[in-house]
Every structure is written in C-alpha cells, then in structure tokens.
C-alpha cells in the first residue's frame, strides 16, 4: 500500500457549532459546510497543508454510510498532532483553541523527550495535541 492520506475526517455531534469551532476559531481555512441536498450528505473540508484536508462529517452520516451502529465515542482512542515551530507558538495555539471552546487536558510543558506539547480536546471531544517537536520541524 502506498501511503496517500489526503483526508482525516472526524465525526462530530453539531456539524454548524464544529464549522464556527474550526474556521472561527482556530482559523482554518473551509468553503463551509456543502452537500446539504443528500440525506447524510452535509460535510465541512479544512485546508491543512497541500494534499491534506480535514473533514468534518456528522457522526451518523459516517455510522449510516460504513453501516456501523454509533457507538460511544473514546478520545483516547485517537489523537492528531498539530507540530509547530517553537514553544511560544505551541502557547499560541493552545491559548487559541481554548478561546475558541476547547478543553485544556493538559497544558503545555516541556516533554520527557525533549520537546514541549500539551493537549485539548475540540467541541466533540476529539484530542488534539499541539507539540514542537525539534527533531520533527515542520516544513515552512
């Protein structure tokens, strides 16, 4: 298989408020929410980074289209990691998702193996963790 993610998709309880979460909020960039003329058909996409989106889809929408009963959602079972450059912009987005709703689990803080991250959770309780990571810099 060769690796080709282009979409993470995360399943949400209120797709409007999750929209407002992400582009208001956390600044990403959407065209909004569109396919609202198909019976489980509305969907959000967020520009990330050339070749990756991020989807938003109402979690009976993805449960009816795989055909897998909804079952209890567990944060710890998924997280996605948001590395950034330095350590005063992992406080700058951490500060930024909480003004925007999030819940702070854990603050920001230097890691046992020498970087600094911490972590929160969206609208939907999904886990985001905002690291700088130096032996994994992002590409500017």
Same mark, same amino acid.
């Given at each position: 298989m060769k690796p080709r993610i282009t979409v993470i998709t995360l399943? /949400?309880?209120? +797709? &409007? $408020? #999750? /929209?407002h979460f992400y582009r208001d909020g956390l600044g990403l960039p959407t065209q909004g929410i569109i396919g609202k003329e198909f019976e489980y058909g509305a969907v959000a996409f967020f520009d %990330?980074?050339?070749? %990756?989106k991020l989807a938003i889809w109402? $979690?009976?929408? %993805?449960a009816h289209d795989a055909r897998i009963p909804i079952g209890i959602?567990?944060?710890? &079972?998924f997280s996605i990691g948001h590395n950034v450059s330095s350590t005063a912009e992992v406080d700058a =987005?951490? &500060?930024? #998702?909480?003004s925007a709703g999030a819940v702070i689990v854990k603050p920001a803080q230097k890691t046992f193996w020498g970087g600094y991250g911490g972590y929160f959770q969206d609208l939907d309780h999904h +886990?985001?963790? /905002? =690291?700088?990571?130096?032996? %994994?810099l992002p590409e500017e």
């Amino acid at each position: 298989m060769k690796p080709r993610i282009t979409v993470i998709t995360l399943c /949400v309880d209120n +797709l &409007e $408020r #999750a /929209v407002h979460f992400y582009r208001d909020g956390l600044g990403l960039p959407t065209q909004g929410i569109i396919g609202k003329e198909f019976e489980y058909g509305a969907v959000a996409f967020f520009d %990330l980074q050339p070749g %990756l989106k991020l989807a938003i889809w109402p $979690r009976t929408s %993805l449960a009816h289209d795989a055909r897998i009963p909804i079952g209890i959602p567990n944060p710890t &079972e998924f997280s996605i990691g948001h590395n950034v450059s330095s350590t005063a912009e992992v406080d700058a =987005v951490m &500060e930024q #998702a909480k003004s925007a709703g999030a819940v702070i689990v854990k603050p920001a803080q230097k890691t046992f193996w020498g970087g600094y991250g911490g972590y929160f959770q969206d609208l939907d309780h999904h +886990l985001w963790e /905002v =690291v700088w990571n130096p032996q %994994l810099l992002p590409e500017e």
